[in-house]
């Protein structure tokens, strides 16, 4: 008598115009259905219409080198541990052969949580413009209001540095205000495997090791790591598509928490593959709670 069944569908539509080589425009907008079957109530049916980007790119605008985006427009990055999410605002690109400059101002103006809609962000993020072994520095900063704000200085590096293996490597230091001074780091290290000669097709070995600082005491000065809050911790390992790399099921945030991971993958076919990946948590200060 307590049966439920859920059902979502969701259709999302892109439109793109380039009047000119110099610049183009971007709009698109995802609209999602929800109908939920309860054998104890009424059904309930819900629909909700989003505009996910809205925006225009200026190329080398006025001769300057600069790169100018304007407008409601994905922030995203490969592994997610820093952003990914639809910002409003504007973004500053330069780059060259061996470097490429992001400079952004940004907010979210409208449907997005009540945090996002009252942060403004500040990201600088310095990398060495090579996808294939990226290595990039930042600086993310939050400002809520004068007494609330947080500052994530980082670096990283991920790709295949060394034959065979796609690597990655994170590291960030937090500080900041909330009530109390924050402060607080965190690492994730890991390296997915594939032999160049293994017993099954796209055979690929995954180990992995993050941690989020914790605090025992937090009234004084809290020194429990925080993600940035626009993290999605997505990633594709050496399969097809990207999961949650920190659980599907689970899907911390990485905050006073030790995380340790190990993979297996194979690609039976070019279009298709399985993953099976074992995950062990544990707290860095023992708390009944979760960070959130």
């Excluded at 907008?29 to 809205?54: H, V």
């Excluded at 990398?127 to 994530?152: C, F, G, K, M, P």
């Amino acid at each position: 008598a307590a049966d439920e069944q859920s059902h979502d569908a969701s259709l999302r539509l892109e439109a793109v115009w380039e009047p000119s080589p110099d610049y183009y425009f971007l709009a698109g907008g995802r609209t999602q259905l929800s109908w939920l079957a309860d054998e104890d109530d009424p059904d309930e049916e819900e629909e909700s219409t989003t505009l996910s980007e809205l925006h225009g790119y200026f190329r080398d605008v006025a001769g300057s080198g600069w790169d100018l985006q304007v407008g409601r427009q994905d922030f995203d990055e490969r592994r997610e541990w820093l952003y990914d999410q639809n910002l409003d605002g504007l973004r500053a690109i330069r780059s060259a052969p061996g470097w490429r400059l992001e400079l952004s101002l940004s907010s979210v103006l409208s449907d997005g949580s009540e945090r996002d809609e009252d942060s403004t962000n500040l990201i600088a993020y310095l990398s060495n413009n090579d996808l294939r072994r990226h290595a990039a520095a930042y600086v993310i900063h939050r400002q809520a209001d004068s007494d609330e704000h947080a500052t994530h200085l980082g670096a990283r590096a991920y790709g295949e540095w060394f034959e065979g293996h796609d690597l990655w490597a994170e590291g960030a230091w937090l500080s900041g205000e909330d009530a109390v001074d924050l402060e607080g780091y965190g690492f994730d290290l890991g390296t997915t495997w594939s032999p160049a000669r293994a017993a099954l097709p796209g055979l690929a070995l995954t180990a992995g090791y993050a941690l989020g600082s914790g605090d025992d005491d937090p009234t004084d000065g809290d020194d429990t790591f925080r993600q940035t809050g626009l993290q999605d911790n997505n990633d594709r390992l050496a399969g097809v598509t990207s999961f949650r790399y920190y659980g599907e099921l689970f899907d911390p945030e990485l905050s006073n928490l030790g995380i340790a991971t190990l993979g297996v993958g194979a690609r039976p076919s070019p279009k298709s593959s399985l993953d099976l990946l074992l995950h062990k948590y544990d707290q860095i200060e023992a708390f009944a709670g979760l960070v959130n």
